[in-house]
């Protein structure tokens, strides 16, 4: 048995809580006490030092699923952080079966290091989320993060604005100078509009030459003023030593009213790109 612990990539445990909340690990086994730089003497007398390293948005969530378990005999199932140092965590489930004794209560279970799992499924939701060539979101979660805020300002009454930014004359940047320096325009074209957004805003690609910007808690006014400003921005920045002048974008705008669905919202803010196409390019057109 403890040969086989050993080569468990992490940890075979008992944890009993006394009556008077006390808790310490009667057994602690397998290779994870080195990996996560655990004193199992220690812990045998104390849980505390191995329960002042989870992280601290995790700590809350871990001791309400044991005093559930302790007061209902329900199994422990869940996953926390665990922290190895000031910046380094990591990722451990742990599945524990409760066995009320005459001392209070025993756990019986294991912990197991996921930090691997919780990184890939973070990468496939990265991808899954991201358009490839920019690295911004892509449509699927602009939909999803618009329908949340949608929600909020029909909630709070908040302001909202959504605007639609489509690159002027794209076919000719691909016609004239390839694909290959057309794929790089549009990734220069992202930089330089984060550069000037908030943390909170969202700047996704919807596909082709076209982006839309998500602004949380900004009036269609404060929304104009910056769409000129990125348009400015863009039509004097220099693409890959294209020249100042040469990129140009058209930008409409339009803000969330009161019981809006996301279809309107973003039909208006369509109509309003359009216009500003109709207008000759390299404009800003706000909605009615």
Known sequence: MLDLADQLPGLIFQLHRSADGHLHFPLLMGSGIQLLDLDPQRLAE???????????ADYPGLMAAI??????????????????????????AARAQPQRIETGVLWHGMMLDISEQVAEEERLRQLSDS??????ANRRKLLSRLEEEISL????ATP?????????????????WGHLQGDATLR?????????????????????EEFALLLPLTSQRNAARLAERLRREIAEHD?????????????G????????????LIQRADASLYRAKHLGRNRVVAGD
Do not use: Q, Y
């Open 46 to 56: 104390n849980a505390e030092p191995a329960l002042e390293r989870l992280h601290d």
């Open 239 to 251: 693409f890959d030593g294209l020249g100042s002048g040469r990129i140009t974008v058209s930008i």
């Open 160 to 176: 909202l604005s959504l605007m639609m930014i489509d690159l002027d004359h794209f076919k000719t940047i691909n016609d004239t």
């Open 188 to 208: 220069e074209l992202a930089d330089c509009c984060n550069a000037l957004l908030r943390e909170e805003d969202l700047l996704a690609r919807l596909g082709g």
């Open 253 to 264: 705008i339009t803000e969330h009213r009161v019981g809006d669905t996301l279809d309107h």
């Open 131 to 136: 358009d490839a060539l920019t690295g911004l």
């Open 153 to 156: 300002s029909n909630r709070h």
């Open 67 to 92: 005093e559930r378990s302790a007061r209902w005999g329900s199994p422990i199932t869940l996953k926390f952080r665990f922290r190895l140092s000031a910046d380094r965590c990591r990722w451990i």
